[in-house]
Every structure is written in structure tokens, then in C-alpha cells.
């Protein structure tokens, strides 16, 4: 490995780790490549600096690059030299139009699926008791109220589903009420999406507001009877 | 020491690598995902405010969007007849035209369409902007066509049971049905004197959109199906008229383009100097 191999597989490297790797942690996102290209030529001084610290790794870095840039005792390279001599006024050039050009994509707009519920809604248990009785009729009001847009299945996917984003609620998904603690789940189904915060984008959601529909009792017999269909059961902690 | 030869080709090789990475890294800044959202493309010479069947929509790239029968708030409705809009718009700049086009086997008197905006700055709930609990919303507006006289209402809403037609009256709208759908064209000015209660639309900036619809079919009884709140509706949607075209992007990347020569340039001179 010659004093310049090392750098060009660092970069390398460091350019599939922020472009594959990166984006793929949980918690993270793509990055834009505007920002990829600077951690890139971070990265590029970084090495510069490094390899030009001692005498002798100096020589060794620059002395190559320096007759690749000159031309002089090149021989056949003298056709890539030009062809890099080129091409990087024309990379850079890119690059700015790139980072100059108006996105054409509409604003991204980050939606909290989970926000945190009203302080009265934190805490309370269910109020019916859980007899098989009970389960049926939840399951029944289910059937009529939630399952056009939720899913017979409680996959999300009912009849009505198709056009409204965000999509409902699957509930057979381990993300959604297999999380949430039936208090939160009644804070939900009573103020629907408009009582969402401002996080949860509640513009936007389709989820009705069925304390104008339904009372209490109902929606906590629909709440048993929707873990119970969807094979899930309640987070309870506390 | 390793012979310069081998060294030289590692260079190479690396400055090769370096340069596809960035070329990699590059597209994918500039190539445009597929959008969520109805382009007004510009055009000069008038837009088609009510020809349907005009020559200038073929310039306006169609956007689809899924609809689903209004099962949000009552009265509600399990089914509707139509599934999906196409939606094109062109600008001039004053005017903007709006194209709806979807599929409903039969005319009837009582077909009829809306688009829906938000209104200023405020969001908007999409279901006629009702109340949010923990949000100050804002108004919706509401352009209105029916087929019935073939004419466009320009409405107002902040809430379920608030819907009414606006003191001015600034859209105009024209239907054509043939061959099993429908073809109507929503036109406006681009903007009004009535901030408060119409949509503004300014060319770049992006508006949120909502479509409906209703199929004026009737039962086997000869009631209307499709009435009032049980329609097909979308989700809110984005809209933009496109800005006029702008080249200083062109023009900084030209400049940085320079810089990056004469440096290329200064840098190898001083290197043959130096030597």
C-alpha cells in the first residue's frame, strides 16, 4: 500500500459508510448530498493534514500528485491528466448549481404519529369488565364504525382507506396500539385527529372525532374488542 | 521508496474513484423524485379558462390522486363511483386554470366537483376546515361546480354547517362530459382583493389542495345518492404555479466553475516554479 493507498480507501469508505450505512441507523435520515460532499472534503483535509505532519509521508503524498499535476515524466497519463484537469473545474460548477437550484419537491412536513396525550387522558383503566360479552359488542361497534377505514382485519387496509394519508391506522402493525396504553387509545378515538397537537399534523387526519358519536362505554368496549381482533394486548406500565 | 510508476497509478485510481463518488453523489441531489403535487406550468397567451378540450392542457403534466367515499363525519356514505381525479393547471401569470378530469359511466343533472384551498397562513382541517382542539385553524375556500348550471360557486368554510357562497364571486367554471367522464376547468385570477377569504396564489410558493366529488346517480328509488357530505374526497394535497425561470443558478455555477480553472491553473504554475 503506497502512502496515497490508504487515503483514496478512506474516502472511498467514507463515502459509501455516510451514503449506505448512515441512513439505514434507526433514528436517522438520508443525508443531502450537499452535506455528504462537505463531510467528504472535511474528510479530505483531515488526511492532508495528517499525511503532511512528518517529512517523509510528505514526500511520499505530494511528491506523486505533484508530477500528476505538472506533467512532467507522466507518459501515456498525459490524456487523464488533461481529462481530470477538466472535469473538476466542471464537478465544482455542478456542485453549485446543485446547491443553488430551487427543490422542486414540496415542503417535507415531519409528522409525531405518538404524541403525548392530554394529561387527563395519561393513566386511566379501562372501566368495563373484560367478559367475553363485552369483547363482542366492541367487536360489533367495530365492525360498524372503524372498520371502513381500519380494516376488518384491523390491517389498515378498509374501503375506505385508499385516499386518505396519513393512512389509517394498522393495528395488527406492533407499532401502533400494541404500544399504547388503552388511556391513550381513548384519548384518540374520543378527540380524533383534530385533537391532535400541532406535531401530529392533525389537519391532515381522517381519524373522526367520536366523542360527538359515541359514548364513553362504547369506545372502551371498541377498545377491548380491537386488541382483541387484532391479536394484540395493551402496554401497561405504572 | 516505491517506483512512482505505481504510485502514479494509485493516484489515478483513486482520483477516478473520487470523482464517480461524487458524480454518485451529485445525481442524486438533482434528479427529481416523483411529486406529490399539481404544477401550474406557465405559459404565455391566455389559459384555456373554458375549453376543457383546449391544445394547451397537453403542456401540463397530469397528477393523479386517490379519492375515498367521505366516511369521516356524518351524514357518511360507504361508496362512491369515482375512485381516482387527474388534475392539470396552467398560469399565464394573471390567470390560473385548473383541469379535473375523472371517470363516471353516466351525465347526470346532479354531477358536481369542488377543489378546495387553504386560506393564508393558518393550516386548515381538510374536512371543510373544522375546528382543531389544540390548533388555531383557518378558513377553507371552496370552488363549486355543478353541472346542473354548468357554473362555479366560490365558497367559503371554517367548520362543518359554515359553507357559503362569498359576497364576490371570482371563479369561473365550465364541464364537458364525453365518452364516460368528465372534463371541468376551475379558472381564477392568480390573485384577489379578498385575502381573508380567498385563496392567494403566488407563483414558486406551494398551497395546500383537496378535491371533491359527487355522481348525481339516483336509486332504485329515485333518491340522489351522492348529496351533500357523502361525496368522494382527497387528502390534502399540494398545489404550486410554477415561477418564472430563473438562471442565476447557471450563472453561479459558471463563476465557481472559473474559479476552480484559474485555480487549477495558478496551483501548476507555482508547482513548475517551484521546482
Redesign the interface.
Known amino acids: 500500500m503506497?502512502?496515497?493507498?490508504k487515503?483514496?480507501i478512506l474516502?472511498?469508505g467514507m463515502?459509501l459508510f455516510l451514503?449506505f450505512v448512515l441512513p439505514n441507523i434507526p433514528g436517522s435520515a438520508p443525508l443531502?448530498?450537499?452535506l455528504?460532499?462537505l463531510y467528504?472534503l472535511l474528510t479530505a483535509s483531515g488526511i492532508v493534514i495528517y499525511e503532511t505532519l512528518s517529512g517523509e509521508s510528505k514526500d511520499?503524498f505530494w511528491?506523486?500528485?505533484?508530477?500528476?499535476?505538472?506533467?512532467?515524466?507522466?507518459g501515456g497519463?498525459q490524456a487523464?491528466r488533461y481529462g481530470?484537469?477538466i472535469?473538476?473545474?466542471?464537478?465544482?460548477?455542478?456542485?453549485?448549481?446543485?446547491s443553488?437550484?430551487?427543490s422542486?419537491?414540496?415542503?417535507t412536513e415531519s409528522r409525531t404519529v405518538h404524541p403525548a396525550p392530554p394529561g387527563e387522558y395519561t393513566g386511566l383503566s379501562n372501566p368495563v369488565p373484560k367478559t367475553p360479552d363485552n369483547i363482542m359488542q366492541g367487536k360489533g361497534f367495530y365492525a360498524a364504525f372503524c372498520s371502513?377505514?381500519h380494516g376488518g382485519n384491523f390491517d389498515g387496509k378498509g374501503?375506505?382507506?385508499?385516499?386518505?394519508?396519513p393512512a389509517p391506522a394498522n393495528f395488527a402493525d406492533p407499532t401502533t396500539i400494541a404500544m399504547l396504553q388503552e388511556s391513550y387509545l381513548f384519548w384518540r378515538i374520543k378527540?380524533g385527529?383534530?385533537?391532535?397537537?400541532?406535531e401530529g399534523?392533525?389537519?391532515?387526519s381522517?381519524m373522526?372525532r367520536w366523542e360527538v358519536?359515541l359514548p364513553d362505554e362504547w369506545i372502551w368496549k371498541i377498545i377491548m374488542g380491537e386488541y382483541d381482533g387484532a391479536h394484540q394486548s395493551p402496554r401497561t406500565w405504572e | 521508496?516505491?517506483p512512482?510508476n505505481?504510485?502514479?497509478k494509485?493516484?489515478?485510481?483513486?482520483?477516478v474513484?473520487?470523482?464517480v463518488?461524487?458524480?454518485?453523489?451529485?445525481t442524486?441531489?438533482?434528479v427529481?423524485?416523483e411529486?406529490?403535487?399539481v404544477r401550474a406550468t406557465l405559459m404565455t397567451g391566455g389559459v384555456p379558462i373554458d375549453d376543457p378540450n383546449a391544445a394547451a392542457w397537453s403542456s401540463a403534466p397530469p397528477a393523479t390522486?386517490?379519492?375515498?367515499?367521505q366516511?369521516?363525519?356524518?351524514n357518511?356514505i360507504?361508496?362512491v363511483t369515482v375512485?381516482d381525479v387527474s388534475v392539470r393547471a396552467l398560469h399565464d401569470g394573471k390567470q390560473v386554470a385548473f383541469l379535473l378530469e375523472y371517470a363516471d359511466p353516466t351525465q347526470d343533472p346532479d354531477d358536481a366537483a369542488a377543489l378546495e384551498f387553504m386560506v393564508g397562513d393558518k393550516?386548515?382541517?381538510?374536512?371543510h376546515g373544522?375546528?382543531?382542539?389544540?390548533?388555531e385553524?383557518g378558513p377553507v375556500n371552496i370552488w363549486f361546480w355543478k353541472n346542473k348550471t354548468n357554473k362555479a360557486a366560490d365558497m367559503t368554510a371554517k367548520g362543518f354547517g359554515t359553507l357559503k357562497p362569498q359576497e364576490h364571486q371570482d371563479v369561473t367554471a365550465k364541464g364537458v362530459y364525453s365518452n364516460g367522464s368528465w372534463k371541468v376547468v376551475f379558472s381564477r385570477n392568480l390573485s384577489t382583493g379578498h385575502a381573508e377569504e380567498d385563496v392567494q396564489i403566488t407563483p414558486?410558493q406551494?398551497i395546500s389542495i383537496a378535491f371533491a366529488v359527487w355522481d348525481g346517480r339516483k336509486d332504485g328509488a329515485g333518491e340522489l345518492v351522492e348529496k351533500g357530505s357523502q361525496k368522494?374526497?382527497?387528502?390534502?394535497w399540494?398545489f404550486?404555479a410554477d415561477?418564472p425561470p430563473?438562471y442565476?443558478?447557471?450563472m453561479?455555477?459558471?463563476?465557481?466553475?472559473?474559479?476552480?480553472?484559474g485555480f487549477?491553473f495558478v496551483?501548476?504554475r507555482k508547482?513548475?516554479k517551484g521546482?
Open positions: 503506497g502512502a496515497l493507498g487515503p483514496i474516502m472511498v463515502y451514503k443531502p448530498s450537499s455528504i460532499f467528504l511520499a511528491g506523486p500528485m505533484q508530477r500528476f499535476l505538472t506533467g512532467e515524466n507522466v497519463l487523464l481530470v484537469l472535469l473538476f473545474p466542471l464537478l465544482v460548477g455542478w456542485q453549485t448549481y446543485g443553488t437550484a430551487v422542486d419537491l414540496p415542503p371502513p377505514c374501503p375506505a382507506a385508499r385516499g386518505f394519508i378527540k385527529g383534530v385533537g391532535l397537537p400541532i399534523t392533525p389537519w391532515k381522517a373522526p358519536e | 521508496m516505491k512512482a505505481r504510485v502514479m494509485q493516484v489515478l485510481r483513486g482520483g474513484a473520487m470523482v463518488a461524487t458524480i454518485i453523489g451529485g442524486s441531489l438533482s427529481a423524485q411529486s406529490v403535487s390522486f386517490p379519492m375515498s367515499p366516511v369521516h363525519w356524518p357518511r360507504q361508496e375512485k393550516k386548515a382541517h381538510f374536512a373544522q375546528p382543531m382542539l389544540q390548533v385553524g414558486g406551494f368522494a374526497v382527497s387528502s390534502w399540494y404550486r415561477a430563473d442565476s443558478g447557471y453561479y455555477a459558471a463563476i465557481a466553475a472559473a474559479l476552480a480553472l487549477q496551483l501548476i508547482l513548475k521546482q
